[in-house]
């Protein structure tokens, strides 16, 4: 579950996925699977390579997709002096929406 693409942005470079070469250049996406052994290199040893790397888990995480077993349920009842009254199992709280819609005025969302 964290697998991830790399946007290559500026630069050239290879990576070693599990023994195997794969060159990249501006504008290539690498990815590299789960339990993949890898390693990522720039070619050029003046300029450097940069690029804008995206994961899964996080996503996955933030929209409580993690189909994994839980150790404890999750409390029904808000805890005391949450600020939030009449919240309820799978609601969100109002300052994350508020926060969201803020960021997507500003074309970040």
């Keep these: 579950m964290n697998e991830a693409a790399f946007y290559i942005l500026d630069g050239e470079g290879y990576e070693i996925h599990d023994g195997v070469r794969y060159d990249w250049s501006a ?10 052994v890898h390693q990522h290199f720039n070619a050029d040893p ?10 899964t888990k996080p996503m996955y995480m933030f929209m409580n997709m ?36 803020k960021e997507r005025k500003h074309g970040l969302g």
Aim: with cysteine; aromatic share 4%.
């Design 46 to 55: 003046v300029k450097p390579a940069r690029a804008l790397v995206l994961k």
């Design 66 to 101: 993690l189909f994994q077993h839980l150790v404890e349920p999750r409390p029904t009842e808000p805890a005391p002096g949450d600020g939030f009254s009449g919240a309820r199992v799978g609601a969100r709280p109002q300052s994350l929406e508020i926060k969201v819609t």
């Design 27 to 36: 504008g290539d996406i690498a990815v590299v699977h789960n339990n993949c």
